[in-house]
């Protein structure tokens, strides 16, 4: 989990993680969209589904950036959305399109260290987070603290990427991943660093089983691993 963005820089991870996503913010959307081919928005609906029988009404997003996955997850009516990030200048992307859709009242987006959380223990009744994990410095750390802020019986759901396996898919998606979307990313964003940052932390990642020993170690219960698209994706869920 050393992958930093900018190998130049004295700088911790979380302080470059957060300078990389303020650098590229205005951009961030179209990329994400353009680059999976629209595919993320799919992942994401998957994962709010998961949460549908158990109804929470207070929701934690993770490293919410601009938001979508809090705003992905109106559709479970709850009554209150916190999202925490480390980059104002994603932040401001979100609450601009929150405002757009008039969802203050629900969804609130506020600058925040994810892996040091100032919410009390046991106020949640569920969090999430999309393709954010990955970018933890300390992963058990975050985890941990996503756990204590967590109500009993409450659930967990992380997207995040993970590793394809199988042939041709893994051969394709190396390619894809090393070669064309650096390329992609970096004459649109203007960030040298930020697209080829984002394979190497994929592939630094410990995905599937590897994960789910983290998440248990960080106190989650029942754990599963749903792999999406070929295991270019994975969902992950733990109870409290």
């Not at 130049?8 to 990329?31: C, G, H, R, T």
């Not at 629209?38 to 938001?67: E, F």
């Not at 970018?135 to 659930?155: A, I």
């Not at 893994?170 to 960030?191: A, M, N, W």
Request: with cysteine; charged share 20%; aromatic share 10%.
């Amino acid at each position: 989990m050393s992958v930093l963005p900018y190998k130049d820089k004295q700088s911790s991870k979380s302080e470059q993680v957060a300078e990389m996503f303020d650098n590229i913010s205005p951009k961030y959307d179209l990329l994400n969209h353009v680059l999976s081919g629209g595919i993320d928005i799919y992942w994401r609906k998957k994962a709010i589904k998961l949460l549908q029988k158990r109804q929470p009404k207070v929701i934690l997003d993770i490293a919410t950036g601009t938001g979508d996955f809090a705003i992905e997850a109106l559709s479970l009516k709850p009554e209150k959305i916190i999202g925490v990030d480390i980059s104002e200048g994603m932040l401001e992307v979100g609450r601009k399109k929150i405002q757009k859709l008039n969802k203050q009242d629900i969804i609130t987006l506020q600058t925040g260290d994810s892996e040091r959380l100032t919410f009390s223990d046991n106020y949640f009744d569920a969090v999430i987070v999309s393709f954010g994990v990955r970018n933890f410095q300390n992963l058990l750390s975050g985890l941990t603290e996503m756990n204590r802020v967590m109500k009993p019986g409450g659930t967990c759901v992380v997207v995040e990427f993970s590793k394809p396996q199988s042939f041709p898919i893994k051969q394709l998606y190396h390619f894809y991943s090393k070669y064309l979307l650096p390329l992609i990313g970096r004459t649109v964003s203007k960030d040298q660093a930020a697209y080829s940052y984002l394979p190497e932390s994929v592939q630094a990642f410990p995905d599937g089983n590897a994960f789910l020993d983290i998440y248990t170690k960080a106190g989650f219960k029942n754990t599963q691993c749903i792999p999406l698209t070929f295991g270019i994706c994975s969902i992950y869920v733990g109870h409290k």
